[in-house]
């Protein structure tokens, strides 16, 4: 068959020359001629034709055989094509192989793996997701996964464009808990892993009840210590030369202590839970701020700070009030803490089309990049002798961080050593809320 396609276009266009040829007026030594050149013309194209289909047809065999046998420039491309193939498959073997331990390593995965497509729908998932998520596979192929878990959240966190994560009961077990990933492909689907956090839920659950119980059991004796040193400071031994100074050591530390505590149980009231909205209202920045000012006058004016302030007086962020009040006292304060005398602090409140945000930028010796990811950790110090020298607890940034988050906000940090840091409060554009006509600030 290859044959015949092979040879019958070219003698199909022979034949009328040659007819031409034979009807033409002139003697047979012309025309003999034309018609001898035009017939090996075809019979080169018919051969060259027929070692292409012969190419084509060995291309098309599933199974790697010899290249049949052919002659000039064609052994050497069946023999080219031999080699290319031999390492096609010997590719596509390795890939093979790697595709079956990567399979087999995500089906021996604890944690649920499962692949959707751009609508949501399964395409593929592991053992452990007929565990955990209760689908049968390979039944449940193609159909979406909000068929099974079907919350408000999951509905976001299936549609949401971006990298996210999500906790959620699991259908197997109530008191199971499980963290969802959901990571997007290039492709217009996502791969989304699901796993068990149940445990380590309940040691953080622990850990947060232990800290807040002892905090709150140490407030009553550190206050009781405190109103007998005052009454101590206040009498005859508060002016003793030698009693006097232990005295006051003894308040300062009981002072600190003190801040410690609050610092843990503002802390853990923030960890609880999520933000309450019937405990929310519209909170002023620009308020707020100028309130901490006024009550930090006196540091300001010694240390003779430049006070740089962008404040939108209209704009507010649907809030609780404690959580706000922590945000701005804590950065504020760390900004004076750390900046020199005869040196600015700016101070910015505003909108922007990503969200709102709240920045306040000090002049100070500025953080190490080896420091930043660990910032926010409880109790971290950059220089803890300076640190402690100051005054604080190693608590500000922790309760700073928590509390944006509890709004699903973040908390940016902008460095560099000797240029001062930049602390931002960045809050979704959903939680803003304008003041009214009568209220805003002139």
Partial sequence: MNSLRAWALPLFLWLPLLLSLLLSPLSWGATIWPAVLGLLLALWVGWHRQQLLHLTAWFQQPRAVLPPLAAGIWEETFAAGYHWRRDQETVHRHLTAQIVQLRDA???MPDAVLLLDGRGQLRWVNQSSTQLLQLQW??????PLRYWLRTPRL????????TGSIQIPSPADPQQTLEGLRYPLAD?????IFRDVTRIRHLEQVRQDFVANVSHELRSPLTVVRGFLETLLDGPLGADPE????LRLMEQQTLRMQSLVEDLLTLARIEAAQANPEECEPIFIAALVEDYL???ADAIATKKFALICRLDPDLGVFAQPLDMASVVRNLLENAMKYTPSDRKIEIVWEKRPEGLVFSVRDSGDGIGPEHLQRITERFYRVDKGRSRQLGGTGLGLAIVKHAIER?????????RLGMGSRFSAR????????????EILP
């Fill in 106 to 108: 995500l089906e021996a």
């Fill in 138 to 143: 390979p039944e449940d192929m193609g159909k």
């Fill in 155 to 162: 509905q976001r966190f299936f549609t949401e464009g971006e």
């Fill in 188 to 192: 217009a689907g996502a791969l989304v």
């Fill in 243 to 246: 009693v006097g100074p232990q």
């Fill in 294 to 296: 006024r009550v930090l």
């Fill in 407 to 415: 709004y699903n906000g973040h908390l940016e940090i902008e460095s």
């Fill in 427 to 438: 809050f979704p554009l959903r939680l803003a809320r304008s003041a009214p006509a009568d």
